[in-house]
C-alpha cells in the first residue's frame, strides 16, 4: 500500500545552503550585467536590453542590481528601471 521506507524530505530538494549560494550568484550577476552594459554604453556599444537586467533583479539580484545602479551609477533616470 504504502512504501513506508522512502523518506518524507526528497535528499532532491535545495539545502539553505544552496538556496543561498543561488542568491549570492544572481546577485553577482546581476552587478556584473549592470557593470557591463554600463561599459557598453560609455562605448557607445550594443547594449543589455533592460529586460534582461530586470529579469535578473525579479530572479532575486534586487540586491546586486540596486548595487551596481548605485555604486556604478548607472540606469538611475530611465521609469522602466526605478524599481
Known sequence: MFNLSYPLISPHLPTSTN??????????????AFGLDKAKAER?????????????????????????RAVLRHKTRGAAVQF
Open 19 to 32: 538556496l543561498a549560494a543561488a542568491l549570492v550568484a544572481i546577485n553577482l550577476i546581476a552587478f556584473a
Open 44 to 68: 557607445g556599444q550594443y547594449r543589455i536590453a533592460e529586460t534582461t537586467l530586470l529579469t535578473l533583479a525579479f530572479l532575486g539580484g534586487t540586491p546586486g542590481a540596486y548595487a551596481g
